[in-house]
Protein backbone atom coordinates (compact mmCIF):
# COMPACT_ATOMS: atom_id res chain seq x y z
CA UNK A 1 0.00 0.00 0.00
CA UNK A 2 1.55 3.34 -0.98
CA UNK A 3 1.24 6.46 1.52
CA UNK A 4 0.30 10.18 0.41
CA UNK A 5 3.33 12.45 1.47
CA UNK A 6 1.10 13.77 4.40
CA UNK A 7 1.33 10.50 6.19
CA UNK A 8 4.64 10.06 5.17
CA UNK A 9 5.47 13.04 6.69
CA UNK A 10 3.52 11.85 10.40
CA UNK A 11 6.34 8.57 9.77
CA UNK A 12 9.23 11.11 9.43
CA UNK A 13 7.94 13.55 11.89
CA UNK A 14 8.07 10.48 14.43
CA UNK A 15 11.65 9.38 12.96
CA UNK A 16 13.08 12.74 13.65
CA UNK A 17 10.88 12.72 16.85
CA UNK A 18 13.02 9.29 18.02
CA UNK A 19 15.77 10.68 16.84
CA UNK A 20 16.02 13.25 18.56
CA UNK A 21 15.10 11.18 21.68
CA UNK A 22 18.40 8.93 21.32
CA UNK A 23 20.56 12.04 20.76
CA UNK A 24 19.25 14.04 23.94
CA UNK A 25 20.22 10.72 26.11
CA UNK A 26 22.93 9.50 24.29
CA UNK A 27 22.15 6.67 22.94
CA UNK A 28 23.54 4.63 20.05
CA UNK A 29 21.30 4.44 16.81
CA UNK A 30 21.54 3.74 13.09
CA UNK A 31 18.58 6.39 11.17
CA UNK A 32 18.27 2.73 8.65
CA UNK A 33 16.73 0.75 11.34
CA UNK A 34 15.03 4.06 12.88
CA UNK A 35 13.50 4.09 9.64
CA UNK A 36 12.81 0.43 9.48
CA UNK A 37 11.08 0.77 12.59
CA UNK A 38 8.11 3.51 12.03
CA UNK A 39 7.72 2.56 8.19
CA UNK A 40 7.53 -1.04 6.62
CA UNK A 41 8.02 0.11 3.37
CA UNK A 42 11.74 1.46 1.16
CA UNK A 43 10.45 5.01 0.44
CA UNK A 44 13.17 7.82 -0.85
CA UNK A 45 11.25 10.68 -0.11
CA UNK A 46 11.00 9.31 3.76
CA UNK A 47 15.06 8.70 3.53
CA UNK A 48 15.82 11.94 1.88
CA UNK A 49 13.96 14.18 4.06
CA UNK A 50 15.24 12.00 7.69
CA UNK A 51 18.60 12.05 6.29
CA UNK A 52 18.71 15.39 5.26
CA UNK A 53 17.53 17.11 8.46
CA UNK A 54 20.06 14.82 9.82
CA UNK A 55 22.75 15.76 7.72
CA UNK A 56 22.00 19.84 7.78
CA UNK A 57 20.45 19.56 11.75
CA UNK A 58 22.73 22.21 13.13
CA UNK A 59 21.62 24.64 10.18
CA UNK A 60 18.68 24.11 10.41
CA UNK A 61 18.34 25.37 13.83
CA UNK A 62 20.52 28.34 13.39
CA UNK A 63 17.60 29.03 10.99
CA UNK A 64 14.70 28.29 12.94
CA UNK A 65 16.34 30.50 16.30
CA UNK A 66 16.79 33.32 13.67
CA UNK A 67 12.94 33.23 13.65
CA UNK A 68 11.87 31.92 16.33
CA UNK A 69 11.10 35.74 18.53
CA UNK A 70 12.69 35.12 22.29
CA UNK A 71 12.73 31.48 21.69
CA UNK A 72 14.52 28.79 20.89
CA UNK A 73 14.02 25.51 19.19
CA UNK A 74 15.15 23.72 21.64
CA UNK A 75 12.48 24.81 24.13
CA UNK A 76 9.88 23.59 21.62
CA UNK A 77 7.90 20.15 22.58
CA UNK A 78 10.02 17.66 20.46
CA UNK A 79 6.59 17.06 18.28
CA UNK A 80 6.50 20.58 17.46
CA UNK A 81 10.95 21.04 16.97
CA UNK A 82 10.64 17.84 14.90
CA UNK A 83 7.92 19.72 12.34
CA UNK A 84 9.84 22.55 12.28
CA UNK A 85 13.03 20.89 11.29
CA UNK A 86 11.62 18.59 8.60
CA UNK A 87 9.48 22.03 7.00
CA UNK A 88 12.52 24.10 6.88
CA UNK A 89 14.69 21.24 5.49
CA UNK A 90 11.93 21.26 2.86
CA UNK A 91 11.77 24.82 2.37
CA UNK A 92 15.67 24.99 1.83
CA UNK A 93 16.61 21.50 0.30
CA UNK A 94 14.13 20.53 -1.78
CA UNK A 95 11.79 21.40 -4.54
CA UNK A 96 8.14 20.88 -2.85
CA UNK A 97 6.00 24.16 -3.12
CA UNK A 98 6.17 26.31 -0.06
CA UNK A 99 2.50 26.42 0.53
CA UNK A 100 2.61 22.71 0.43
CA UNK A 101 5.42 23.12 2.86
CA UNK A 102 3.89 25.14 5.27
CA UNK A 103 0.39 23.75 4.98
CA UNK A 104 1.58 20.25 5.90
CA UNK A 105 3.69 21.52 8.80
CA UNK A 106 0.54 23.52 10.10
CA UNK A 107 -1.70 20.51 9.83
CA UNK A 108 0.94 18.30 11.81
CA UNK A 109 1.25 20.76 13.98
CA UNK A 110 -2.38 21.13 14.88
CA UNK A 111 -2.67 17.52 15.69
CA UNK A 112 0.74 16.64 17.86
CA UNK A 113 1.82 20.29 19.55
CA UNK A 114 -0.45 22.63 21.30
CA UNK A 115 -1.34 25.82 19.15
CA UNK A 116 1.22 28.31 20.52
CA UNK A 117 3.45 26.08 19.04
CA UNK A 118 1.61 25.73 15.68
CA UNK A 119 1.70 29.49 15.55
CA UNK A 120 5.37 30.09 15.94
CA UNK A 121 5.45 26.91 12.90
CA UNK A 122 3.55 29.20 10.91
CA UNK A 123 5.20 32.17 11.61
CA UNK A 124 9.08 31.20 11.48
CA UNK A 125 7.92 29.72 7.94
CA UNK A 126 6.10 32.54 6.79
CA UNK A 127 9.21 34.78 7.63
CA UNK A 128 11.78 32.50 5.97
CA UNK A 129 9.29 32.52 2.95
CA UNK A 130 8.95 35.80 2.98
CA UNK A 131 12.45 37.03 3.42
CA UNK A 132 13.80 34.31 0.73
CA UNK A 133 11.16 36.25 -1.58
CA UNK A 134 12.28 39.61 -0.38
CA UNK A 135 15.71 39.62 0.50
Known amino acids: MQLTRSELRVKIMTILYQIDIYKNINADYNID ?6 IDIDNE ?19 ANKYLENW ?14 MAIYELMYTDTP ?19 VRKMIN ?13
Not at 45 to 63: A, C, H, L, R, S
Not at 123 to 135: F, T, Y
Request: hydrophobic share 40%; glycine share 4%; proline share 0%.
Open 33 to 38: EVIKEN
Open 45 to 63: FVKEIVYGVNTYYDKIDEI
Open 72 to 85: DISRIDKAGASILR
Open 98 to 116: RIVVINEAVELAKKYSDDS
Open 123 to 135: AVLDKIVNEDING
